[in-house]
């Protein structure tokens, strides 16, 4: 093969592709794989940028005789990635001696996506499994010991039914997070009255506010636009985010909705309408923000469970606002509280934006 074709070939591969030579040394790479790897200069030991045992492992056995081979590699810096590695041997070319080619193929995305099925699994489980076993030892209990009892039959009764409406939250919560993401892809084409929006979610705050001796008070900006979008996902957002700020503000504090016109949404151009949703609760550490929106992630599992939480709340709300095509951002600090913000473009929106994970 000469060498301008080669390097032609390589470089009309969509993904990394590394040429060595009998002695393990880079004969050609392709953009993607100069990128990916870095450090693949004609002539250098491919162990200088790969360096992973059974990559290596992979290129020699197929230098000794191997037609073949596939192994993972796993990249850690700057971000993690990982691929799937296809080792084989080319026939060589006059004067070319030995030949081995390297193919890898980014497997990141769905490696991440089997192991988030799997945990969701996971969870679903254990949230689900823990209510049914409570309801199952008191349902003994009350065909037994406690038959006649009275006093333990109304305990016990009242523990059920708390377990009862945990499960049906979960439940629900699901259904909700299914239907989002099912229909995620197709944008709302809708129109919104979002000052009307708010007023009403926040007004039915009124009172579950109180008993916390807080407040939920609501700023508007100025010539606020309708957006396009489904109102009752957006009621169902806000509602989250209120119903959080309150759950885990500081009683005796309140708690801000401002919604504010906005030139730019960040990350994703165009303007748009940012709603913000600011408590004053405890700081959030910085490592557990990006994963607040994940299925069943807690930040304390034991005080959500307390005050009702299913874990599911922002993820749906993080659904709902990619299927509006809008954007979602968490910041706390220590002296100003905790603030969502919920970004939503002005125009009919058209493409998906980058996700908060």
Same mark, same amino acid.
Not at 58 to 79: C, R
Not at 128 to 154: C, H, N, Q, Y
Not at 234 to 243: A, P, S
């Given at each position: 093969?000469?060498?301008?074709n080669?390097?032609?070939?390589?470089?009309?591969?969509m993904?990394p592709?590394?040429l060595v030579?009998?002695e393990?040394?880079?004969?050609a +790479?392709?953009?993607?794989a100069?990128e990916?790897?870095?450090g693949?200069?004609?002539?250098?030991d491919?162990?200088?940028?790969?360096?992973?045992?059974?990559?290596? @492992?992979?290129?020699?056995?197929v230098?000794?005789?191997?037609p073949?081979t596939?192994? $993972?590699?796993?990249?850690?810096v700057?971000?993690?990635?990982?691929? %799937?590695?296809h080792?084989? +041997?080319?026939?060589?070319e006059?004067? @070319?001696?030995? *030949?081995?080619?390297?193919?890898?193929?980014?497997?990141?995305a769905a490696?991440?996506?089997?192991?988030? *099925?799997?945990?969701?699994?996971?969870?679903?489980s254990?949230?689900?499994?823990?209510?049914?076993?409570?309801?199952?030892?008191?349902i %003994?209990t009350?065909?037994?010991p406690a038959?006649?009892d009275?006093?333990?039959?109304?305990?016990f009764?009242?523990?059920m039914d708390?377990?009862?409406?945990?499960m049906?939250?979960?439940?629900?919560?699901?259904?909700?997070?299914?239907?989002?993401?099912?229909g995620?892809?197709?944008?709302?084409?809708?129109?919104?009255?979002?000052?009307?929006?708010?007023?009403?979610?926040?007004?039915?705050?009124d009172?579950?506010?109180?008993?916390?001796?807080?407040?939920?008070t609501?700023h508007l900006?100025?010539?606020?636009?309708q957006?396009?979008? @489904?109102?009752?996902?957006l009621?169902?957002v806000f509602?989250?985010?209120i119903?959080n +700020?309150?759950?885990?503000?500081?009683?005796?504090?309140?708690?801000? $909705?401002?919604?504010?016109?906005r030139?730019?949404?960040? @990350?994703?151009?165009g303007?748009?309408? +940012?709603?913000?949703?600011?408590?004053q609760?405890?700081?959030?550490?910085?490592?557990h923000?990006?994963?607040l929106?994940?299925?069943?992630?807690?930040?304390?599992?034991?005080?959500?469970?307390d005050?009702g939480?299913?874990?599911?709340?922002?993820?749906?709300?993080?659904?709902?606002?990619?299927h509006?095509?809008g954007?979602?951002?968490? %910041?706390?600090?220590a002296?100003?509280?905790?603030?969502?913000?919920?970004?939503?473009?002005?125009a009919?929106?058209t493409a998906?934006?980058p996700?908060?994970?």
């Amino acid at each position: 093969m000469a060498n301008q074709n080669r390097t032609a070939l390589l470089e009309a591969l969509m993904d990394p592709a590394v040429l060595v030579d009998g002695e393990r040394r880079v004969v050609a +790479a392709n953009k993607r794989a100069r990128e990916t790897f870095g450090g693949l200069g004609s002539g250098s030991d491919l162990a200088l940028s790969l360096r992973h045992p059974e990559a290596l @492992d992979a290129v020699g056995a197929v230098l000794a005789g191997v037609p073949s081979t596939n192994t $993972v590699v796993t990249q850690t810096v700057p971000v993690r990635q990982i691929f %799937e590695m296809h080792v084989a +041997a080319l026939s060589p070319e006059e004067g @070319d001696g030995a *030949r081995v080619l390297c193919l890898f193929r980014d497997v990141t995305a769905a490696r991440e996506a089997e192991r988030m *099925r799997a945990d969701f699994i996971a969870n679903v489980s254990h949230e689900l499994r823990s209510p049914l076993v409570s309801l199952v030892g008191f349902i %003994e209990t009350l065909k037994g010991p406690a038959r006649d009892d009275i006093e333990a039959r109304a305990r016990f009764l009242d523990i059920m039914d708390g377990e009862a409406r945990r499960m049906a939250r979960i439940v629900n919560d699901l259904l909700s997070l299914s239907r989002v993401e099912a229909g995620e892809h197709v944008p709302p084409t809708g129109s919104v009255d979002l000052v009307a929006l708010l007023a009403e979610v926040t007004k039915s705050f009124d009172a579950r506010a109180e008993e916390r001796g807080m407040s939920v008070t609501l700023h508007l900006g100025s010539d606020l636009p309708q957006i396009p979008g @489904d109102r009752d996902e957006l009621i169902e957002v806000f509602h989250n985010l209120i119903d959080n +700020a309150v759950k885990y503000g500081r009683r005796d504090t309140p708690v801000r $909705v401002q919604a504010l016109t906005r030139t730019r949404i960040p @990350d994703i151009g165009g303007p748009g309408v +940012a709603v913000m949703i600011t408590n004053q609760g405890e700081a959030i550490a910085p490592e557990h923000l990006p994963r607040l929106t994940e299925r069943f992630y807690r930040i304390d599992k034991g005080r959500s469970r307390d005050v009702g939480g299913t874990g599911l709340g922002l993820a749906i709300v993080k659904h709902i606002v990619n299927h509006h095509r809008g954007r979602l951002t968490i %910041e706390s600090r220590a002296e100003q509280g905790n603030t969502f913000t919920v970004f939503l473009p002005r125009a009919a929106p058209t493409a998906t934006p980058p996700q908060l994970s």
